[in-house]
Every structure is written in C-alpha cells, then in structure tokens.
C-alpha cells in the first residue's frame, strides 16, 4: 500500500509539473479549482542573441521544425513561417536545445513562439485506473485542452518516444495495464 501512495504521489507531482511548464492556468491545475490565476505571468526576452557556435552540431530536430529551418534559410517572410506552423499537420515537438538553436540562427522569435503554441501538448501516464479517470474528466470539462484520442489504442498504447521508467517497468510486472493520455493546447 505504502509504495502505491508512493506512485500516486509521483504521478500527482509529475502532472502538476508538467502543467505548469506548459502554462495551464492555476484554476485548471487544482483538483477543487480553488486557486485562481491572480496575474499573467511575464516573461523576459535576452537583449541580443548569443553567437552561434561555430561548427555546433545542429540538434536532433522534428521533421516538422526541419521544415521551418529550410524555409527559413530559403529566405521564406515571418509570416508565411506562422502560417505554415499554425496549418499544417506535422508535430514540432521542441525542446530547450531546439529553441536555443533556433535562436542561434537568428529564427524571429514569432515563428518560435508560434511553434511552441501550436504544438502544445500535454502527456499524461498512470496505471492508476481512478487517477486516470480523474485527470480525463478535467481534460475534457477543458476549454483550453483537447482530447486527441481517436480510438482505444491510442489511450492503450505508449506514444512512439515514450521513455519507460522504473514506474511504468513495476506496473507491467505486476499486471497493471497503463492509460496514456495525449491532450493538445487549443
């Protein structure tokens, strides 16, 4: 009993992180809605740019963002580049690395913006049946998150880069099916 409070409060903690760095307002976070989002949140951007190094491997990129650096360097507008981002079907899904190189390379930061915008996603694991349920139905009460779900596989089954933990490796030891929940940021 004591290490299945000890996973639920992991999972508990791990969602509320995860809600946070993705900017879910305070008022969705809690689980009685007693908190509100008082003040926006302010953000500082860097004076300049620092230097790009030179001869620094590029990171790992999502074909999608791939495509926005080749645009880029095509020499396509700032506007086209949010466009295209915000219509097409390609995932981006950046990471502080990719961010910093596209700062490097001189990416306005509308376009950064709008990639981290469109391709806002929440994920979400437990094998904790009730946890599941509980999450799902202030997900999808949500105005700001949608559901991406199309059919039972896609709650069943892990995403392609799911990384496994210990969690997740006791769980399939001991039978306990997991629920993996993908909401995107409307």
């Not at 992180?17 to 976070?29: D, F, M, Q």
């Not at 080749?70 to 396509?76: N, T």
């Not at 199309?150 to 399939?172: L, N, V």
């Amino acid at each position: 009993m004591k290490e299945h409070a000890s996973v639920h409060w992991i999972s508990l903690i791990s969602l509320a992180i995860a809600a946070v760095s993705i900017g879910v307002p305070c008022h969705l976070a809690a689980a009685d809605g007693t908190l509100t989002n008082s003040a926006p949140a302010t953000v500082t951007t860097p004076a300049a740019a620092p230097a790009a190094t030179v001869g620094a491997p590029a990171p790992a990129l999502a074909f999608g963002v791939a495509e926005v650096v080749k645009m880029y360097q095509g020499g396509i507008s700032k506007d086209v580049l949010v466009s295209y981002i915000e219509n097409t079907v390609l995932p981006f899904h950046l990471n502080a690395d990719g961010i910093i190189y596209l700062q490097h390379l001189g990416m306005p930061q509308e376009v950064t913006a709008a990639l981290i915008r469109r391709d806002g996603e929440l994920r979400f694991v437990t094998d904790i049946a009730d946890y599941a349920a509980w999450t799902l139905q202030r997900f999808i009460r949500s105005t700001e998150f949608e559901w991406t779900a199309q059919c039972a596989d896609d709650w069943r089954t892990a995403w392609p880069d799911f990384t496994r933990t210990r969690y997740h490796a006791k769980a399939a030891r001991e039978d306990r099916s997991s629920c993996f929940l993908i909401f995107r940021r409307l």
